[in-house]
C-alpha cells in the first residue's frame, strides 16, 4: 500500500503513523480516538488515514492472471 508520505493540504507528516493506525483499527479500536492519541487532530490530516485504499489487493488477480496467461502463450511456442 502506497501511503502519502505528507499531508496533501498541510504537509503535515503522516505515513509514519499509518501502520499503528492500520494495525489498532484491524484490532477493533475506533478509528478517531486512534488518531486523537496519534496526535492527529487536523480534518485535513484526519482525511488522509480514512480515504487511504489498498489498492494493491485489487491489482493481484490481474498481474496472477496476466503471468498465468503470459505462461501459456510461452508453452504453446515451445
Do not use: H, W
Not at 30 to 47: E, F, V
Amino acid at each position: 500500500m502506497l501511503v502519502p508520505v505528507r499531508c496533501f493540504t498541510c504537509g503535515n507528516v503522516v505515513a509514519d503513523k499509518y501502520l499503528e493506525f492500520s494495525n489498532r483499527v484491524k484490532s477493533g479500536e475506533d478509528p478517531a480516538q486512534i488518531m486523537d492519541s496519534l496526535g492527529i487532530r487536523k480534518y485535513c490530516c484526519r482525511r488522509m488515514f480514512i480515504s487511504c485504499v489498498e489498492t494493491i489487493y485489487q491489482v493481484i488477480p490481474y498481474y496472477e492472471a496476466l503471468r498465468r496467461r503470459m505462461s501459456e502463450i510461452q508453452s504453446e511456442i515451445d
